[in-house]
């Protein structure tokens, strides 16, 4: 959103320019519909309702800080006139693009060629799609609201009713190897990591809403306190974050439980908490559209703000965020995009831009290379995509033990043509020939894929494409964690409102696949 100078000066010009208020008599008719009480004067939530018939095309989070800005005596009303002004800067996209920074209106622009032009996936080509390997759902019977991986081949699934479920990813079994329910329902949010001191759990109630589970002993082993439903949850060594439904953040004492501070971080709903490695940074996302870089070392709200991104998703909600790199940031929200951030300059525009999902994106896992990352989207989408095309362009060349794939080839070659001369001696083995043939085959198919322009893959405007489509979900994909499974061996899975997980497991060369086929499909138009 523009600055508050900036917000002042276009709710003067609106007073003045009366001429773009619309026709006089439809806006009176219009506020006496809203008006149910009349008396003269209307509240946000009354006008709210009924915005999109009223023409009043913008985020939530626009209007609000519109409204906000016109209401110069801060009662949460405004009269008839108010009102024509709200209506005023409000009534066009154009209008509504000029209240926005400039990196924001190119978000906004996308978002309406998702829902207005008829010629969108002509510069979006679906991507190649992947299967599943595997499909969870014997066990869950609710929302799967959270995975994270807890050991090499394990991961921990948790439902919007309280059970905690790990299952081994290794023999793709649908069944888990413990189970078990937790204290209070509804469960928000969940975090674990491998060798971790417990499962930290936020509940959706206003009470006894946050603690540290112990899942062997199937018991509460640490309690906090902190006000109001906990929507988003973190932990680390020695504290847990929080974030609640009012937009504050707590940060609590693993061991005595005590709340060592609360931040009044965001204006609403915190969407999202995580942690650097370095443990020390903290990123948080809400629905009033800001994203937050702070050190949670400093206790006061002044001091430790370290960066903030004020309009990550063109004035619409922040659902996630995820650590990248050193000092960038992935974003995701309602905006349908996903942006690339340097923290150290958070006023500037996205380092990159990944577009081609038609909702609102609304979970991140980067892979531990920091190579590539999934999202998953409220339309049921699932993609992957590669965090810099030219610098995958050149990992995704190499095999393992940083042999060119080009000299992998020669040899395999020379190993072929010797397998076919002893067949053809009478010696040799023909099954041989055409398992050499497949690699040889498979491997060609990677460095056209390596070798393609990033051009092809990055549009004209900048605009990143996705490299594989991952299906199978019906609902919203909420959760998403990675995991390394071996040289060049991926896992991801993903869980979603349809109380399905799906795993994936994917190599280097099925990505490569992927990058190539987008890039005859982005050639092709």
Known sequence: MSSPTSLAKAVAKAKKDDTSTGDPEQLIQAFRKIDLRGSGEIRL??????????????????LKKVFHAV????????????????YSMLS????????????????????????????FAKHFPMPQSYAAVSKYSNHFHATVETLRWVADGQFLAATSEGKLLIFNAANHADEPIRQCSVVGTPLYCMDAYPGGAGILVGLGSKAENLYLWDMGEEQVKQPFMQQGPIAACSLANEIALAGSGDGSIGMHDLETGTCITTWPMHESHVTSIKIDHDGRRVCSTSRDGRVVVFDHNTSSMASCVMAEIPDAAAGYAVYDAVWCGDTELLTAG??????????????DLPMARYMGHTSCVRSLAVSPDRQLFASGTSDSSVRLWALDPSGARAFLSGTEDGIRITDLLTDLKARRDIAVELVHAGEGDLEEVRELTQEIEHLEASVVGSQGSDEEI????????????????????????????????????????????????FSKNNVVSGLADMTRQCSAH
């Open 45 to 62: 939530e009354e006008l709210a309702s009924v915005a999109k018939d009223l023409g009043i095309r913008c985020s939530k989070n626009t």
């Open 71 to 86: 209401d110069s005596d801060r009662r949460g009303m405004i009269n008839f006139d108010q009102f024509k002004t709200v």
């Open 92 to 119: 066009t996209q154009e209008k509504v693009k000029e209240l926005l920074p400039e990196a924001s209106a190119v978000f906004i622009d996308y978002r309406n060629s998702v829902e207005q032009d008829p010629s």
């Open 334 to 347: 309602d905006d349908f995009c996903i942006k690339r951030w340097d923290i150290r300059r958070p006023n």
């Open 458 to 505: 990055i549009d004209v405007h900048g605009n990143i494409r996705a490299v594989l489509g991952l299906p199978g979900h019906s609902l919203t994909v909420g959760t998403l964690a990675w995991q390394t499974a071996g040289p060049g061996q991926h896992r991801l899975i993903s869980g979603a409102q349809d109380e399905f997980v799906h795993l994936f497991e």
